[in-house]
């Protein structure tokens, strides 16, 4: 039983010190962290496009003049509680840009040599007192945990994030992000409608000044074509309402990847960690905790 624990015990620490010197280990938390990185600026891209939008088409006016009769029809005032979810919604798309950075920054720091060395030297000190002596003292045992997180929690999180994203979320953010942009042309090209009808309508406008002169001169006036505001109104306003829920979806997304997941995988490290460490697990009369 004790050859077998005495095994155990060097295969696992051969097993963190190979981890800790190979490559892979903060290569492959890079590539999960930069493609949340991605989305998330991508996401972000799209949120300050659709922020541009809707703020172009709130400070839109239909304006014309038939006969010398002015008429200015604001379309877009309706959309200020719409245009603030979408900034309240881009910042968080920041966020989650600066969380998955300091992801990245996290693991780069990790990987650093110092502290590789540092956990082989405390993993073969730890190994060696568990195997000969029966037992390591409870501050190497800690010692050790700490270093072993620092040097692999974040990578590991990040492939745990990434994973939850792939099995659960993946389907759910690309069909979110696909109708954000759909919304967002929707709404440009509703507020390129208003600028048409508002040349349109400006053109005419002068025609219909001049419609004596035509008369006199023969000609048929042409009155101006009042553009309806309520369907392009009604056009934007469908958009936008559409693109709340698909801003709540991808909110989901991020919340889950860069707060819950990370949160959740922190309270099982630090309980796993606890119950290592814990009273029970030591021996205070000699200050050693069984391997």
């Given at each position: ?14 097993l ?14 890079l ?14 891209a799209?949120a ?15 304006a014309?003049?038939p006969?010398g009769?002015?008429?200015v029809?604001a379309i ?16 968080l798309?920041l ?31 730890y ?5 000969w ?9 800690r ?10 929690a974040?990578?590991?999180?990040a ?9 659960f ?22 507020e390129?409608q ?25 000609w ?22 559409k693109?709340?829920?698909?801003m709540i ?40 905790s069984?391997?």
């Amino acid at each position: 039983m004790l050859a077998a624990k005495r095994w155990v015990i060097g295969s696992v620490v051969l097993l963190l010190i190979g981890m800790a010197w190979s490559p892979v280990s903060q290569s492959v938390g890079l590539q999960q962290s930069q493609a949340g990185l991605e989305r998330a600026l991508a996401t972000f891209a799209i949120a300050r496009g659709l922020n541009a939008v809707i703020s172009m088409v709130q400070g839109t006016e239909l304006a014309f003049e038939p006969m010398g009769i002015g008429a200015v029809f604001a379309i877009g005032q309706v959309l200020d509680p719409i245009n603030d979810l979408v900034e309240q919604f881009s910042s968080l798309m920041l966020l989650a840009s600066v969380a998955f950075g300091l992801q990245i920054l996290l693991i780069k720091i990790g990987a650093h040599w110092l502290l590789s060395v540092s956990l082989t030297v405390v993993a073969i000190a730890y190994a060696v007192m568990a195997a000969w002596r029966g037992g390591s003292p409870g501050w190497l045992v800690r010692l050790f945990l700490v270093l072993a997180l620092a040097r692999f929690a974040v990578p590991v999180c990040a492939l745990v994030s990434e994973g939850v994203y792939q099995v659960f979320l993946q389907q759910e953010y690309v069909a979110a992000w696909s109708s954000l942009e759909r919304s967002k042309d929707e709404i440009r090209a509703s507020e390129r409608q208003v600028s048409d009808e508002s040349v349109s309508a400006d053109v005419q406008s002068e025609k219909a000044q001049g419609s004596l002169k035509w008369i006199r001169d023969g000609w048929k006036p042409s009155w101006p074509k009042i553009p309806d505001v309520k369907k392009i109104a009604k056009d934007i306003m469908q958009a936008a309402e559409k693109s709340v829920q698909h801003m709540i979806d991808l909110m989901v997304v991020f919340l889950l990847q860069t707060v819950v997941v990370p949160l959740v995988f922190l309270w099982v490290i630090v309980a796993a960690g606890r119950s290592v460490v814990s009273p029970k697990g030591v021996r205070h009369g000699n200050g050693t905790s069984p391997a």
